[in-house]
């Protein structure tokens, strides 16, 4: 499988393209989101695609949404990606794509927190809590928490950062973005945060329990969830891959030091080498920085699952 940094669909209205995904319009109540191999860092879109990278992020994906339906319904639809593009088409979104249910996205990124790590790890470190949450003292870094917590964050634009949130203010934008979808189906916005906090955690807490049963420790991850016409909250997007979590080496791990990953934190660390300001455009990956990113995508996959990609 060729690398694929932007697709050329034609036989369909294109929506958006994000950090990693090209979104089409299938009808009215479906769309197709094709996962390319490019690869952000820092908010910023690298200039160089990751091989097979889509793929793995959709075998994942695919591979959590199945396992994890029972908790709550998520967006797939089984159809075809290969049937709803022109038969020259088809190579774009063969292994990379999946048709999904059209929702609408909640206005927050669910960020589930299971170690301290990152952007986490700074805010103890000033506060004593993480995102208004407050933690036992004598943590160190990469220390599991006592409990897993949620921590909110706003949506941002392609080359702007999120903004970790409170809770309250995560109700809010709920309320206010959704007020008129939820209309007439006798549900709140605020309710729907509170469903989504409450799935996030419960999706995390069975995952990650699996995972490190696979010698992989998910540190954090963030999950989106989307609303239908009724009002009921559905898992959207991506859940539980390397793009959108922190994968680290259960056998290797150890509290005090950051842990090998499975991520692109490997990507993240090349790049904090260079003199770079973390604003686009972002520098060229090494042939063989990218080579090992993607190396390390595919064994996170087989790991999880098992089986050979």
Request: hydrophobic residues 45%; contains cysteine; negative net charge.
């Amino acid at each position: 499988m060729s690398a694929l940094f932007e697709t050329s669909i034609r036989s369909l209205p294109l929506i958006s393209r994000g950090k990693v995904r090209d979104i089409y319009a299938v009808d009215t109540d479906k769309l197709l989101i094709v996962t390319t191999d490019r690869l952000s860092a820092f908010d910023v879109i690298l200039p160089d695609p990751i091989p097979q990278k889509g793929a793995v992020l959709t075998a994942i994906a695919d591979f959590w949404f199945r396992k994890l339906a029972h908790i709550i319904p998520n967006q797939l639809t089984g159809i075809d990606p290969k049937t709803v593009v022109a038969a020259d088409e088809a190579a774009q979104v063969a292994g990379r794509a999946v048709v999904v249910k059209r929702l609408t996205p909640l206005p927050i990124e669910a960020v589930v927190r299971g170690y301290l790590i990152g952007s986490g790890w700074k805010d103890y470190q000033q506060t004593g809590a993480v995102c208004g949450v407050s933690l036992p003292a004598g943590l160190k870094i990469a220390s599991r928490l006592p409990e897993p917590v949620f921590t909110p964050a706003t949506k941002a634009e392609v080359g702007a950062h999120d903004e970790n949130i409170a809770f309250a203010e995560a109700q809010k934008h709920c309320a206010l973005h959704l007020e008129k979808v939820l209309r007439g189906t006798g549900k709140r916005g605020e309710d729907l945060c509170t469903e989504a906090r409450d799935a996030a955690l419960a999706l995390y807490s069975e995952a990650a329990a699996y995972a490190l049963g696979r010698g992989i420790i998910i540190a954090d991850t963030k999950f989106e969830f989307g609303v239908d016409a009724a009002g009921t909250l559905h898992l959207i997007d991506e859940a539980l891959t390397p793009d959108s979590s922190r994968f680290w080496a259960a056998d290797s791990y150890q509290e005090g030091s950051s842990p090998l990953s499975y991520d692109k934190q490997f990507v993240r660390d090349y790049l904090e080498t260079l003199d770079w300001n973390k604003k686009a455009p972002a520098p060229r990956l090494p042939a063989d920085i990218a080579a090992k990113t993607g190396a390390k995508y595919v064994e996170a996959y087989e790991r999880l699952t098992g089986e050979r990609l």
